[in-house]
């Protein structure tokens, strides 16, 4: 009897001894395309605000709906996420605006364009481009990439950033490996 439970003890799996299996980024991008089309489903959402939201709530599904369903409005500010009734800018869009002065660089050269994110805060498209390319550049983030504006938590959706961005530096940024914990 001694003899077997030192044999069950010595082929029991250790706590810390756990069996995993390998996902490729394409297993991976897939599990999040389904992921999103569920939450954008269900919660009757945009698949970008989806995606933010799933990022914010660090891909819990269960938890992005269960928040959604009890206070919309609260979850989309809290990810970010700048509800359509409230967008101040209208349409994204690149715009020449005359006296326009940008907040960032001051330059209010009559001939810069502009563009504002969904919150308002509109900047020199130079400022906009520079900011986002840092971002993708030099610090690896591309998916919660906030308003350049101090204290405002709007997320920069891909639209913007692909509208913004040189092409190479957009093409980093959608062809870098998934993560779950961003």
């Known amino acids: 009897m001694g003899l077997s439970i030192v044999l069950e003890e010595k082929n029991a799996r250790r706590a810390h001894e756990v069996e995993y299996q390998p996902h490729s980024i394409s297993d991976i991008r897939q599990t999040q395309e389904t992921q999103i089309s569920n939450v954008a489903s269900v919660c009757n959402i945009d698949p970008v605000q989806a995606a933010i939201l799933l990022r914010h709530y660090r891909w819990n599904k269960e ?8 206070d919309p409005e609260r979850t989309l500010r809290r990810a970010g996420i700048v509800a359509e009734e409230d967008d101040a800018s209208g ?17 209010d050269d009559n001939a810069k364009t502009s563009y504002a994110l969904q919150c308002g805060h509109r900047a020199c498209t130079t400022c906009w481009s520079t900011y986002l390319s840092r971002k ?47």
């Open 136 to 182: 993708i550049k030099e610090e690896g983030e591309s998916s919660k990439v906030q308003c350049l504006f101090d204290k405002c938590h709007v997320i920069v959706d891909e639209k913007t950033v692909e509208l913004l961005v040189d092409p190479d530096v957009f093409d980093r940024s959608t062809s870098n490996p998934p993560s779950f914990l961003r």
């Open 91 to 107: 349409e994204h869009q690149i715009q020449r605006l005359p006296h326009f002065e940008c907040e960032i660089c001051f330059d």
């Open 63 to 70: 938890r992005v709906i269960e928040a959604y369903m009890d």
